[in-house]
């Protein structure tokens, strides 16, 4: 597979990001609006003692299936792990073959005021996702979102890792 980025060495360049905004969830599609409240539902169930701060996400799945996590924290702080992953790895162990389509992810502080904004998954999620996107060789479409069901999209999870890493460098 060629390097997506060998041309690093040779040139400067800008990156270009896409995303869309929704205000509320009337301008999501149905199935939109039912992963958003999907995504609500497990951040209900979030485990998240020590910051609290509560994250839920779903995925539906190519044959329409959606699955749902949901953060996980612990004592020894790292040994949490968040919604995302959460939820990806339990996918990809119980169904290896199925496409991810999109993810929904809904997060905030256990006491949502009106100025949290819609939170993009952190770093490891956003490599963790690209494993998926790059084993599949489909794009999955991200949504991050808040109480307030403001919505960020991405179609792709390369739009928030341009500098990517993966196995073509191993
Ligand atoms: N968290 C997630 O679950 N997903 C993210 O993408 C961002 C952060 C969790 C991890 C931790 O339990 C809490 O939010 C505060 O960082």
């Not at 896409?18 to 979030?46: C, G, P, S």
């Not at 994250?55 to 996980?72: D, T, Y």
């Not at 998926?132 to 991405?154: H, R």
Request: net charge negative; proline share 6%.
């Amino acid at each position: 597979m060629l390097r997506p980025f060998l041309h690093y060495y040779f040139m400067k360049k800008d990156f270009q990001i896409n995303y869309e905004y929704f205000r509320n969830a009337d301008e999501l599609n149905d199935i939109e609006k039912k992963l958003l409240e999907k995504a609500k539902q497990a951040r209900e169930n979030a485990y998240s003692p020590y910051s609290q701060f509560s994250v839920g996400c779903a995925v539906l799945l190519e044959n329409g299936e959606i699955f749902s996590g949901n953060n996980q924290e612990n004592a020894a702080f790292p040994s949490g792990l968040c919604a995302e992953r959460t939820a990806l790895f339990w996918i990809s162990a119980n169904f290896p073959h199925e496409k991810i389509k999109k993810i929904f992810v809904v997060g905030g502080p256990k006491e949502f005021s009106e100025n949290n904004p819609p939170i993009p998954p952190c770093g490891a999620c956003r490599q963790s996702l690209l494993e998926y996107e790059i084993k599949q060789n489909e794009n999955i479409d991200l949504y991050f979102s808040n109480m307030n069901n403001e919505v960020v999209k991405v179609e792709s999870i390369k739009e928030l890792l341009p500098f990517y890493f993966d196995s073509t460098f191993l």
